[in-house]
T-cell receptor, first 114, second 112 residues
Framework: DSGVTQTPKHLITATGQRVTLRCSPR?????VYWYQQSLDQGLQFLIH???????AKGNILERFSAQQFPDLHSELNLSSLELGDSALYFCASSVGQGNLYEQYFGPGTRLTVT | GENVEQHPSTLSVQEGDSAVIKCTYS??????FPWYKQELGKRPQLIIDIRSNVGEKKDQRIAVTLNKTAKHFSLHITETQPEDSAVYFCAASGDSSYKLIFGSGTRLLVRP
């Protein structure tokens, strides 16, 4: 157990819908990273937050947004869902925002869009 | 843009043999190279990492080598065991952005 929690574990929804994925980092970690893992695209970085502020963006679609709250938990919002959004979504947390700090991955949320 | 290529995509070895997975990165500013092991349906777990000021690092049966000039790094697993069977991902990141750029993964099967 990495200490990072993600809810829900599984999510099945229809095209066009909107969902929210939640991540609670390890106690004391200020950074949260979101990654998408799909069969054809592998593990892809989406976005990084540090202490409530967005620090870096990857290939995140405009239909996706995220935020990190004052208690440091983070939410990833996916809207106008398409079949291709079906994937495993991982969040990872680390103490700081540099690559001196190991990123600990949560168990993931498996999203299925039908 | 930033890219990490990983080979082979699948690797099957006999228990006790060695396994080598190779990665090449494109961003010369990359300075941190972790390796993750992911079992089916589970989260990626860091198994070893190396920084650009080091050429080789070893942890029991696992070693990683880095050639900055050629921009490639490799994972070496010796005396493989069935529990080493998993998907292994290499990744790279740099100081300009701390995001991890992952390779496409290698599915390792260790045959008993």
């Amino acid at each position: 157990d990495s200490g990072v929690t993600q809810t829900p574990k599984h999510l099945i929804t229809a095209t066009g819908q909107r969902v929210t994925l939640r991540c609670s980092p390890r106690s004391g970690d200020l950074s949260v990273y979101w990654y998408q893992q799909s069969l054809d695209q592998g593990l892809q970085f989406l976005i990084h937050y540090y202490n409530g502020e967005e620090r870096a963006k990857g290939n995140i679609l405009e239909r996706f947004s995220a935020q990190q709250f004052p208690d440091l938990h983070s939410e990833l919002n996916l809207s106008s869902l398409e079949l291709g959004d079906s994937a495993l979504y991982f969040c990872a947390s680390s103490v700081g925002q540099g690559n001196l700090y190991e990123q600990y991955f949560g168990p993931g949320t498996r999203l299925t869009v039908t | 843009g930033e890219n990490v290529e990983q080979h082979p995509s699948t690797l099957s070895v006999q228990e006790g043999d060695s396994a080598v997975i190779k990665c090449t990165y494109s961003d010369s500013a990359s300075n941190y190279f972790p390796w993750y092991k992911q079992e089916l349906g589970k989260r990626p777990q860091l198994i070893i990492d190396i920084r650009s000021n080091v050429g080789e690092k070893k942890d029991q049966r696992i070693a990683v080598t880095l050639n900055k000039t050629a921009k490639h790094f490799s994972l070496h697993i010796t005396e493989t065991q069935p529990e080493d069977s998993a998907v292994y991902f290499c990744a790279a990141s740099g100081d300009s952005s701390y995001k991890l750029i992952f390779g496409s993964g290698t599915r390792l099967l260790v045959r008993p």
